[in-house]
């Protein structure tokens, strides 16, 4: 459920700092998966897992907004329909 | 010292490889040094297997390196192998020392200009090819050194590619040697079905065995061979490219055009002659071909206006002659004028180079003229090449060789009266239009200023060369005078000797006194229309019949118009006609197709980030519900 907000998120929001806080809920949303299950099969694997994910989760927002720092430099707004200059 | 033999086509061929990947990195004295120290380093090689060969000749004359086998195919086998007897090494020793002099003189003559390391490049592959050739020890291996020269030639006539005219015109002699080429390869094919090898000394052997004298096969299979010989060597009737093949550098048709290359088709021949020798009506045509040739060439180097066409047609005729004394069965002596005009045609070019680019690229030598004082060593150049050319008695090498010549066709029991007179006329033709090239270019008015001289490095290839013009026909003193026919002798351990035939009334001395009152007259012809009345000369030219027979042969006898009617427009025509057939329906499908796909595709890739979050994630909601429900 919180995973499907989460893509809802991504899809419906313009801007992109709802876009990542969006993406961060999706990771939250398996994050919250891997403990339940670890602790109705009471295996550490879950845990574990879930660390992984903080990890990478904080990688992932550093890389981000610097993206969107750079974006916002470039077009001046925060809308990710702006930057599609990949247009084919 | 024999067992270096390979090292001969490899130091070319690596050098070539070196100069093609590092050469344009690198200094232009680098490039000189690689690329003349190579050639410098075959000739040195090849004066060292000769001398072991003079000095201990190997059993039955010849010696076989086998390095490895290229090609082993049920029964077939060719071999990367080199042959040597004293017809190859004759060979060998003269391409090597005529292009290592050729390449010390380029690396000065192309010192201004872009593609030093291409040029150099090109031309030790040509080397590598061409010795490749004359080494080979199977008909494949030759073939494949025979289209290795014919690219190098393309590529060298097309070096300055930025003008339109010099592709074209190496167009042309590609396409036109490629004529010769494709009956050079039948004839291979031909030769294989029937005699089962492709190795030379084994094919000859066989051919002897199972054919006897003029037999339809051999007849065949020696005809083919002679027109790869004939596209090669630019004879009549595929002589048309050489004269367009004037358009790149001069070292290019000293090396390629004049000593080395265009006497490949000559090789051949002397290579194969037991298969010649089995046709007689082939070798007929073979000396009929020569003759005709000399005459035709001779003919057109009367009227030409630029200097390197001249030299071009003079080429032509002078293999003309080679051709006749091949036709006659006068081996050697085709190898021996093979020899001396390697000498003396690479100086004609080499000082017509000289005198071209004293005078910013004047190709047209109307507008030059006494440059006598000026470039003394270009004009002594061209009186002492020009007269070995023409054959001035006694003291030059082209005296020697195309006496032999003259003397074996009168002599032999294949030649004949009229093949002689062909050959008579020949020399004087020769002599006026060589001596009408001298008298015109360096007498008279002087008309441009010379901004350029040569220095050392073209100096010397020019000093060598007229020593070897000279001295060169030393080597075989006739028995008229002498008797001492060293070059001869050797050679026949690899060519038979000439059948003669009763001499009747004319002898050898008396051929010689013949060819030399013959020379005389020519010299005076030209000395009086060219030197003394030039307005006598224009007066025959300018008359309608004289401007005719000039216009004719400055052409080259109609030839390539009658070509370009005969092949080249139906082709165009049949061309044109033909555009729209089914063929390129079928492959205007495939591009119609391509683009309709293009268009439907182009549109997915709209640039909206949050449209492709979209289709990835229907696409992994239809991924899972596959899964989940299947």
């Known amino acids: 459920m919180l995973f499907a907000l989460g893509v809802a998120g991504l899809l419906v929001r313009r801007n992109l700092l709802f876009i990542l806080m969006s993406i961060e809920i999706m990771l939250n949303a398996a994050g919250l998966a891997f403990i339940t299950a670890g602790s109705r099969w009471a295996q550490a694997d879950g845990q574990v897992m879930f660390i992984f994910i903080l990890a990478m989760a904080a990688a992932e927002v550093s890389v981000g907004l610097a993206l969107v720092l750079q974006l916002y430099h470039q077009n001046e707004s925060l809308d990710a329909d702006a930057a599609s200059g990949m247009k084919g | ?630």
């Open chain 2, 1 to 630: 010292m024999l067992h270096l033999l390979f090292l001969v086509p490899i130091i070319p061929f690596a050098s070539f490889i070196w100069l093609a990947i590092i050469g344009p990195r690198t200094s232009r004295n680098a490039i000189a040094i690689v690329g003349v120290g190579s050639i410098a380093a075959c000739t040195v090689i090849s004066l060292l297997i000769t001398g072991s060969y003079l000095a201990s000749p190997p059993a039955e004359g010849s010696f076989t390196q086998v390095l490895w086998t290229w090609i082993a195919v049920d029964g077939f086998t060719a071999q990367i192998a080199f042959y040597l007897d004293a017809l190859s090494l004759i060979m060998m020793l003269v391409v090597s020392f005529v292009s290592f002099i050729i390449h010390l003189y380029s690396a000065e003559f192309m010192l201004e200009g872009e593609g030093y390391s291409r040029f150099f490049a090109y031309m030790n592959l040509f080397v590598a090819s061409m010795i490749t050739l004359l080494l080979a020890n199977n008909l494949l291996l030759l073939y494949l050194g025979w289209e290795g020269v014919g690219l190098c030639s393309y590529l060298l006539i097309g070096f300055w590619y930025q003008d339109n005219a010099n592709g074209t015109a190496a167009q042309k002699a590609f396409i036109v040697t490629r004529v010769g080429d494709t009956a050079f390869a039948v004839g291979l094919f031909l030769l294989f079905t029937h005699l089962d090898t492709l190795d030379v000394q084994e094919l000859m052997h066989r051919a002897a065995l199972q054919w006897p004298v003029g037999s339809t096969l051999a007849i065949i299979a020696s005809a083919l061979l002679l027109g790869g010989a004939v596209g090669k060597s630019a004879q009549l009737p595929l002589q048309t490219w050489l004269p367009d093949a004037m358009a790149g550098p001069t070292p290019t048709s000293a090396l390629i055009h004049a000593a080395t290359m265009v006497t490949a088709g000559v090789y051949l021949i002397a290579r194969t002659h037991v298969l010649f020798a089995l046709a007689p009506s082939t070798q007929l045509a073979v000396a009929v071909v020569g003759a005709a040739t000399l005459l035709l060439a001779g003919c057109s180097a009367l009227v030409q206006h630029d200097i390197k066409r001249v030299l071009a047609y003079s080429t032509i005729s002078q293999i003309g002659y080679m051709f006749l004394a091949l036709g006659v069965g006068a081996w050697s002596a085709a190898i021996f004028h093979f020899m001396t005009h390697a000498f003396f045609k690479a100086l004609l070019f080499l000082v017509a180079g000289v005198v071209i680019q004293a005078l910013h690229d004047e190709h047209d030598m109307f507008r030059m003229g006494g440059l006598r004082k000026d470039l003394p060593y270009a004009f002594w150049g061209f009186v002492i090449g020009g007269s070995a050319l023409a054959g001035l008695p006694l003291i030059t090498a082209g005296f020697y060789s195309k006496d032999l010549i003259l003397w074996q066709t009168w002599s032999s029991a294949r030649g004949g009266t009229a093949l002689w007179i062909a050959g008579l006329v020949g020399v004087l033709l020769t002599s006026v239009y060589i001596y009408r090239l001298i008298f015109v270019v360096f007498h008279g008015e002087k008309q441009i200023e010379v901004s350029h001289r040569p220095g050392w490095r073209i100096k010397m290839p020019i000093v060598v060369l007229c020593a070897l013009s000279v001295l060169g026909g030393f080597v075989n003193i006739p028995e008229a005078r002498g008797n001492v026919p060293a070059f001869t002798t050797l050679l026949h351990s690899a060519l038979p000797e000439l059948v003669q035939r009763q001499h009747g009334i004319i002898t050898e001395g008396l051929s010689e006194g013949i060819a030399a009152i013959t020379f005389a007259l020519g010299l005076a012809i030209a000395y009086l229309l060219f030197l003394r009345k030039r307005s006598l000369a224009e007066s025959i030219a300018g008359n309608p019949i004289g401007q005719a027979v000039h216009r004719f042969w400055f052409a080259d006898w109609g030839m390539d118009w009658l070509y370009d009617y005969l092949f080249v427009r139906p082709v165009l025509w049949f061309a044109k006609v033909d555009k729209n057939d089914f063929i390129d329906a079928f492959y205007n499908g495939i591009a119609l197709l391509t683009e309709f796909s293009w268009r439907a595709l182009r549109n997915t890739e709209n640039g909206r980030l949050r449209w492709y979050a979209a289709s990835i994630t229907a696409g992994t909601v239809i991924f899972l519900a596959i899964v989940l429900w299947t």
